[in-house]
């Protein structure tokens, strides 16, 4: 399985950051080793020391394709989820002052923490998904996925037309506004709506 990830996909966020508002949309991948999922604990990584977190709708993959088209994207992904794309920001501001790819900052293993799957009903309206994120019972991030520059439907077109996308693959769909560092104790939980679909602590 594959693990696709969307850059700068909420203009506040692209803000805050500092970096453009993309065109087309800014792809990376990490590898599976990424993926922690469940009540695994997340430890704290020895090579950085400014460790972000950055809370984000992801959907999971439930049909092969390739060159799919915007208008049937639809029918490629049947859950989401929220995750946490786990970012060195320290070494990735590095990575990214001398032009060089963002791997260590991003891929390294458990980055990629993924919540319970809802399924995508007809009843849900994904164009219309409030998710939150709360660290130490405050919330941090909370936005709504039609704040997004590239719908989902989008984003898996957009992917298809470079990369094959198999059943079980996972995209991260951007991070809004509000990132932030994780301390040793932090305890992290994401909400879908109103369900807490993901619990973290950092150890
Ligand atoms: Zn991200």
Avoid at 18 to 25: D, F, L, S, T
Avoid at 110 to 135: E, Q, R, W
Wanted: hydrophobic letters at 40%.
């Amino acid at each position: 399985m594959k693990i696709f990830c969307i850059g700068r996909n909420y203009a506040k966020h692209a803000e805050e950051l500092g970096n453009e508002i993309p065109v087309e949309p800014v792809i990376f991948m990490k590898p599976k080793s990424a993926l922690v999922q469940g009540h695994t604990p997340f430890y704290y990584p020895e090579f950085t020391n400014d460790l972000q977190y950055e809370a984000e709708l992801v959907i999971r993959i439930s049909k092969n394709g390739k060159y799919i088209q915007e208008k049937h994207a639809a029918n490629y992904y049947n859950g989401i989820s929220v995750g946490i794309d786990f970012t060195a920001r320290d070494i990735q501001t590095q990575l990214k002052e001398k032009g060089l790819p963002w791997e260590k900052a991003k891929s390294f293993d458990n980055s990629a923490a993924v919540g319970k799957f809802i399924d995508l009903t007809p009843a849900i309206n994904k164009k219309d998904i409030n998710f939150s994120f709360v660290k130490n019972k405050e919330v941090v991030q909370s936005a709504n996925s039609k704040e997004m520059i590239f719908s989902i439907d989008k984003i898996v077109s957009n992917i298809s037309n470079y990369f094959s996308i198999n059943i079980g693959d996972l995209i991260f769909t951007g991070t809004p506004a509000g990132t932030g560092e994780c301390m040793v104790g932090d305890v992290f939980e994401a909400y879908l709506e109103k369900e807490e679909v993901l619990s973290i602590e950092i150890k």
